[in-house]
């Protein structure tokens, strides 16, 4: 029985580590030819070292890759009569997470370059959609232990970072079949979507 993607290729930014690297093994087990590319990423190891430099490499790292990926990718896919283009924002990119400012622009960023795309792109059959993750278990989701010290400041917000569903974590394999999903033609119709794989984090 053929995968849900087999026949297709699958360009993936990130691949070597992470969400990336679970989303290439997903895809790749259901059909795909995967095509890997490193994207530059924040490798901070604590929140002391969270500089206004690192948030603007946050931001530039966010939007300007999207971007240009996409501006890359899209031609290819007018060529081939079609396709899927799947953008990785965050909760962050649907409410304002205190503390995370430069973060929550970026990711509000991704949504608003994608549902412009999917506007632009549609008449050559070309989707475009976000994907929302809550916190997941990679080096990155793991690495904001610092950020109940700062809670502790405002009892308040804790709960915006609170899941409605009994998980703190998800695994990076549960990104992964949302994109798969997206990816499909099970999601032929499917545009300017804002997939929320969050545990219901967004509907606190």
């Known amino acids: 029985m053929p995968g ?82 799947i953008c990785t924002s965050s909760t962050a990119g649907i409410k304002g997470l205190p503390f995370f400012a430069p973060y929550v622009a970026a990711k509000h960023g991704v949504v608003g370059i994608a549902k412009s795309m999917a506007n632009e792109l549609a008449k050559y059959s070309i989707r475009v959609n976000t994907v929302h993750p809550t916190g997941v278990a990679t080096p990155m989701g793991t690495g904001l232990g610092a950020l109940e010290s700062l809670l502790a400041k405002d009892e308040q917000l804790g709960p915006i970072f609170m899941n409605t569903l009994p998980v703190e974590i998800v695994e990076p394999v549960d990104i992964s079949n949302a994109v798969l999903f997206l990816a ?21």
Request: charged share 20%.
């Open 4 to 85: 849900r993607v087999a026949g297709k290729v699958a360009f993936i930014t990130g691949a070597a580590r992470g969400q990336g690297r679970s989303h290439a093994i997903r895809l790749a087990e259901e059909g795909a030819d995967i095509v890997s590319a490193n994207a530059g990423i924040c490798t901070v190891q604590s929140w002391d070292e969270v500089t206004p430099e690192v948030w603007q490499d946050t931001l530039d790292t966010n939007l300007t890759g999207v971007w240009n990926t996409m501006v890359a990718a899209a031609p290819h896919l007018i060529d081939n009569g079609g396709g899927s283009i």
């Open 184 to 204: 499909s033609d099970e999601a032929k119709y499917v545009t300017g979507l804002e997939l929320t794989v969050d545990a219901g984090n967004t509907i606190r």
